[in-house]
Structure formats: C-alpha cells, structure tokens
Nanobody
Framework: QVQLVESGGGLVQAGGSLRLSCTAS????????MGWFRQAPGKEREFVTA????????YYADSVEGRFTISRDNAKNTVYLQMNSLKPEDTAVYHC???????????????WGQGTQVTVSS
C-alpha cells in the first residue's frame, strides 16, 4: 500500500489555472501508475487522468482533454495535475490514486489520498 497526500487545491475564477500535487510514501513510487479522480457534490467519483509508471503513457477523460496535463517526478515521489482553462463544472474534490497496474488505476481500484477541494467560480 502507498500513502498519498494531495495539495494545491483552492478557489479560482473560471478560465484560471491550478496545479495539484500528490506526494507518495510507503512503496516504490517509480513502480506505481498514478491517476486523478474527482467527485462533485451529489455525484459519483469520476476518472480524470492517469499516467504510467514511466510517464510514457497518459490517459484523459474527454471532459478535460486539452485542458489538463498529468505529469510525474519519480525523484520527488510526486505526481502533478496542471489544470488550465478551468470551468465551474470542474468544481470537485480531487483525489490522487496509485497502483502497480495502470488498468487498476483507471478502474479506480488503487490506493487513495484524502483529496483536495477545487472550486471554480463563474
């Protein structure tokens, strides 16, 4: 199991940007695929993006493609989510997740962080 701690959330106006970070401990981070999910009030948790252990493969939900970018720094045990052109509908708690298998990350079956709130005002 890996312990995950997210940071970087906050309040931003529509059209603005935020960068989320997720720092891992407890396992060899470089062996883990990582991802981000989000959960808006009254809605189910939904997949946002994922990245392979090497960073060579990335996947995005259609709703964020072209606006969000996932990246990782294995030397810092950290994965990032750069969010640009934010919209009010991006408002949610963003959760970091990780697992040794990328398909398990995409399916939402990995280890989870507590989440960080992102609020986009119109």
């Amino acid at each position: 199991q890996v312990q995950l701690v997210e940071s970087g959330g906050g309040l931003v106006q529509a059209g603005g940007s935020l960068r989320l970070s997720c720092t891992a401990s407890g396992r060899t981070f470089s062996n883990y695929a990582m991802g981000w999910f989000r959960q808006a009030p009254g809605k189910e948790r939904e997949f946002v993006t994922a990245i392979s252990w090497s960073g060579g493969d990335t996947y995005y939900a259609d709703s964020v493609e072209g606006r969000f970018t996932i990246s990782r720094d294995n030397a810092k045990n950290t994965v990032y989510l750069q969010m640009n052109s934010l919209k009010p509908e991006d408002t949610a708690v963003y959760h970091c997740t990780g697992d040794s298998a990328l398909d398990r990350v995409v399916a939402g079956w990995g280890d989870w962080g507590q989440g960080t709130q992102v609020t986009v005002s119109s």
